[in-house]
């Protein structure tokens, strides 16, 4: 299977997000730890004060966190797909005055993540700090032996920002012209 980078595209006046509100595990959310019922149904996203005059919604929100923050039409679309280990995790957008702005958003949390770095090819640099963490590769280089059959979306061990996704899948989404969403092959990857 081959795969690509998920990545939010910034759109004409659609909102950009600050970081998540009112859940205690959010450093979970970008380790991949898998929250099911115990995700705090009061999580919101506040649209940024910094950007007042862009209040539009689009199908894939940017935000600080660097989360999958998706429209119900999106979520719609890859829950009919049945994917493995991959949690869909209510939140509400707030507008610059606090109010609700949508309640049909969801976070799209690959959990589990794999260790399936080729880390020969791809040169890693770890943290200073989290020496288990990457902070960034040379290459991206993924190791195929070592991506379970089945995986369509996933996160990588230890290096959080990169949302994988099935090459086929990606062209799927493509096709349905999902706002906010773009795909890029790993060799043009610049983290």
Known sequence: MEFVIWETVPVDNVCKLDSIENVG???DLRRGVAFGKAFPLNARF??????????????????????????????????ARMLER??????VVADHKGKVASAEYSIVH??????????????????????????????????PK?????????????????LFVEKRLAGEMAAENFVGVEFVPLDEYEP
């Open 25 to 27: 595990r959010e450093r």
């Open 86 to 91: 991959v949690e869909f995790l209510p939140v």
């Open 146 to 162: 070592r991506i379970a059959a089945g995986r369509k979306v996933f996160r990588l061990a230890g290096f959080r920002l990169p």
């Open 110 to 143: 690959a959990v589990d993540p794999l260790d399936a770095l080729d880390a020969a090819a791809s040169k890693p640099r770890y943290s200073r700090i989290l020496k288990a963490e990457i902070d960034k590769v040379e290459r991206l280089v993924l190791d």
């Open 46 to 79: 506040p649209m940024s004060q910094r950007h007042r005059k862009q209040t539009g919604l689009a199908d894939d929100l940017p935000n600080s966190d660097r989360l999958k923050v998706c429209s119900r039409r999106l979520v719609d679309f890859l829950e």
